[in-house]
């Protein structure tokens, strides 16, 4: 019997004891709360970017053509959801060297795979990179003022069509309230398509991508061509040299003709003076 009443209180000591920690660590933390008030970790709202990339390559003649092609299926590869082709131009004039240009609009979290993918292609065509750059434009404010006239455009319309719709007010206000409505509601459309050209510069990064040709070795064809182009040229210029002197010849000389009559004139009426 004693030892119950012995463990009996042993347990009722115990339970008092931690009644005791449990509420001092109640009270340390109520105490630390105020002491905290940044305790909770704080909302941080991320820059809205919108990124252009610009890159600049170097390549074999030969290969200019294939390797913006290959570029060009990259894109085709990820889908019109994820790549859209804005512009492809390419100058294959025949004896000049070639350049290329390609736009593209990438989704953002593509892009950094198709510039690496695009690099890798013009690297084992033999050519090599001249230029890379990368910018980006926060659009976080237009985004948060567009969304803020939006919100305010659509309560103007919803107050102006609840007058409308009650008929209240006579009619002067009722016709002045529908052009409100209408002039609210087209600015109301028009924050709406630039929000819509906000959010879509933000989801797809436009890509830029100018190619330019190596000048190829000279060959003996190549040198016999240009010496064959240069004296063709060379004759058409004294031909036209020749062409431009005969025709000024022709307009001239009627007036030579005219001012040596009147010299030979002048000559005899000179000589036939009497001297004094």
């Known amino acids: 019997m004693r030892k119950f009443l012995v463990l009996g209180c042993a ?14 660590r109640d009270t340390v933390a109520e105490a630390e709360a105020p002491a905290n008030p940044g305790a909770e970790p704080l909302k941080v709202a991320l820059p809205q970017l919108s990124y252009r990339y610009t890159l600049s390559f170097l390549l074999p003649e030969a290969r200019l053509a294939e390797t913006q092609d290959g570029h060009r ?26 350049d290329a240009l390609l736009k593209l609009r990438v989704t953002a979290a593509d892009a950094g ?13 033999g050519g090599r990179a001249a230029n890379t750059d990368v910018a980006g434009e926060d ?9 803020a006239r939006i919100r305010q455009r ?17 009619v002067a206000d009722l016709v002045h309230a ?10 109301l459309d028009k924050a709406r398509s630039w929000q819509r050209e906000l959010q879509g510069r933000v989801a797809m990064a436009d890509v830029e991508i100018r190619y330019q040709a190596l000048a190829a070795p000279a060959s003996g064809a190549s040198v016999g061509a240009a010496l064959g182009e240069a004296a063709q040229g060379s004759a058409l210029a004294f031909v036209w040299g020749m062409q431009l002197l005969l025709s000024l010849a022709i307009y001239l000389l009627p007036w030579a003709a005219v001012f040596g009559a ?10 036939s003076k009497p001297v004094a």
Do not use: W
Request: with cysteine; aromatic share 2%; hydrophobic share 40%.
């Open 11 to 24: 347990a009722l000591l115990a339970a008092c004891s931690s009644n005791r920690q449990d509420s001092a």
């Open 73 to 98: 299926a990259i894109c085709e590869r990820l889908g019109p959801a994820r790549c859209q082709l804005v512009m492809l131009t390419r100058n294959e004039a025949e004896g000049r060297i070639g």
């Open 113 to 125: 795979y198709f510039t690496g993918e695009a690099a890798r292609q013009v690297t084992a065509a």
């Open 139 to 147: 659009v976080s404010k237009d985004l948060t003022d567009t969304a």
């Open 154 to 170: 659509e309560l103007l319309v919803a107050r102006l069509t609840e007058t409308l719709r009650t008929r209240k007010g006579s």
């Open 178 to 187: 529908e052009h409100q409505v209408a002039a609210a509601q087209e600015e």
């Open 262 to 271: 009147g010299v030979g004139v002048a000559t005899l009426l000179r000589r």
